[in-house]
């Protein structure tokens, strides 16, 4: 299959409303969510959402990862909290709640100096693989690629949420 068309779009649910920003009005949502759908093979929407420091999704982004699958996404790429939190699935589709940080000069836990990037692979339009490469600052932000117990620490962090 060639040509597949993929969309785009990004939320955020941190703060105060700005201009220019796209915040998570769910009208809004719905509509841009609706209408890109519409026009594309695979439909990704990012997101910055939860609360920082923590390692679970809270209801508000679980709820709102829910939405907007129902409304047509196929894959949730969140971030925000600094931490990374566990993957997901809801009604066959995809959700990474939080990669964690991979470049920041947070040094101050270990938690914070740890990501991962993440890496979807489609076949046609089906998500069909998921690959995650761990990551740890150094030297307020420079990441390195983690091996070994570390690397093996770290995916068991991603686990999906039980």
């Known amino acids: 299959m060639n040509n597949i068309r993929v969309g785009f779009l990004a939320y955020n649910d941190i703060g105060v409303k700005e201009e220019g920003v796209s915040s998570t009005d769910a009208n809004i949502m719905e509509k841009e969510i609706q209408n890109l759908r519409n026009n594309v093979d695979v439909l990704v929407v990012s997101m910055s959402w939860g609360e920082e420091y923590t390692a679970t999704p809270s209801a508000k982004q679980i709820e709102l990862a829910h939405f907007i699958i129902d409304r047509g996404a196929d894959l949730i790429l969140g971030n925000h909290p600094h931490w990374i939190q566990p993957q997901d699935t809801y009604n066959g589709k995809y959700i990474m709640y939080s990669h964690g940080n991979t470049i920041f000069d947070q040094m101050w836990s270990e938690e914070t100096r740890t990501g991962v990037i993440g890496k979807y692979t489609f076949s046609g339009m089906r998500l069909v693989d998921i690959?995650?490469?761990?990551?740890?600052?150094?030297?307020?932000?420079?990441?390195?690629?983690?091996?070994?117990?570390?690397?093996?620490?770290?995916?068991?962090?991603?686990?999906?949420?039980?």
């Open 131 to 162: 690959e995650f490469i761990p990551t740890y600052i150094q030297d307020y932000g420079q990441p390195i690629l983690l091996t070994g117990d570390a690397k093996e620490k770290v995916m068991r962090k991603i686990k999906s949420i039980q």
